[in-house]
């Protein structure tokens, strides 16, 4: 069985270096996650990818926990740390739904709902991850209006064994992926308005 991690860490070197997309977005969707945060929180990202949103979000936290199941993404986030200077932040290998037995104020999802294989058991480990009342933020491509036009690119990632196999989600649909997983949605949309991927912040109620 081929290695799911392989693609990523053969991505990982160009990922690394491959500016941001919507830089606007990026920004505009970081300051409505820190209005969420505060530096006694315990926080963990999952599917950090090369560390850069955590080492952002790390300094108004009280320690960021960043995870990913490609061993060459966070070997390069954990260099970024150490240029960064930045203390309270760990960098593991892990996969979005491994064992954990420690619990966090929030869970952090950014960009990796769409490409997990199991949606709604990502979400519900992520809610076993968090604290009664404690917040879920994630930000996911909905894909689904885009599917026709992106499934050459699907067609050509499934020609690739350890390729992802993103899921072609409509908004409606993952906000009730995340409500079904025991959440309360308390913000959501595109910020920029418009722009960039679907943002939600959703608090665990059960």
């Known amino acids: 069985m081929a290695n799911p991690a392989a693609f990523w860490n053969w991505m990982a070197k160009r990922y690394s270096k491959t500016p941001i997309s919507n830089l606007v977005s990026y920004n505009a969707t970081l300051e409505r996650t820190r209005s969420h945060l505060h530096d006694q929180m315990r926080v ?30 966070i070997a390069i986030g954990q260099k970024k740390a150490r240029k960064a200077g930045i203390d309270n932040i760990a960098f ?27 949606v709604a058991a990502t979400i519900a480990h992520a809610a076993s991850l968090l604290s009664e009342g404690g917040i879920f933020i994630s930000k996911t491509p909905c894909l689904g209006p885009q ?6 690119i699907r067609f ?9 196999r993103p899921h072609f989600l409509h908004v409606d649909e993952l906000e009730q992926e995340i409500t079904a997983g025991g959440f309360e949605i308390l913000e959501s949309g595109k910020y920029p308005k418009g722009q960039g991927a679907h943002y939600v912040v959703a608090r665990k109620i059960t």
């Open 44 to 73: 963990i990202e999952i599917g950090c990818g090369t560390g850069s949103t955590a080492i952002e979000l790390a300094p108004k936290v009280g320690h960021i926990t960043a995870t990913d199941f490609s061993e060459k993404m």
């Open 147 to 152: 599917k026709l036009v992106l499934s050459p």
């Open 156 to 164: 050509i990632l499934r020609l690739i064994p350890t390729a992802p």
């Open 92 to 118: 593991e290998v892990a996969d979005a739904t491994a064992p954990n037995v420690n619990i966090y104020d929030a869970v952090l999802a950014h960009n990796i709902l769409h490409l997990v294989p199991d």
